[in-house]
C-alpha cells in the first residue's frame, strides 16, 4: 500500500491501484471508498508538508505505544494525564507568544514584508482609480 500512497505521477498511482487490486480486491474497494484525495499524494488538494493524514486519533495512537500493554485504569489514567500535560503545555505557549501568530509565522511574514519595501508596483491598464477622503 506505500506505494500508492507515495506516488507523485496520475500514472504510477493508477499502476499500482491496478496491481492492489488483482491482490487484494477488498483492499482496494476499502481505500477507494474512504477517498484518494485524503491519504494519496497524488490526489493531495494542497501541501501537506510530507503529513499523509491529520488524523488527531493517529497522532495519540502513536503516542500510546508502550502504554497499550498497561491495565485499563491505568492506560484510562495515562492517558488523561497525557492529554492534561499536552493542553497545559499549549497553553503556557500562548500565553508566553508575543504576537498573534507563532513566533516562526511573524518571522515569515516580517521578511516577506521587508521584501515587499523595495518592489515597485506598475498598474496594468491606463484606468485611474479615485479614492474620496
Known sequence: MDKEVRAYTEFEYNRHMEEL???HHNAYDYV???GPHKWSRVHCPGRRYRVMTTN???????SLKF???L???TLAE?????LQRWFHNRCRATQ???HQLTDASHFVILKRVEKCGFMTVNPVDCEVIITET
Do not use: G
Open 67 to 69: 502504554a497499550r500493554q
Open 96 to 98: 508566553s507568544m508575543r
Open 32 to 34: 477507494i471508498d474512504i
Open 56 to 62: 488527531d486519533a493517529e497522532c495519540i495512537n502513536s
Open 78 to 82: 495515562f492517558i488523561r494525564n497525557m
Open 71 to 73: 491495565p485499563m485504569l
Open 21 to 23: 487490486r488483482n491482490l
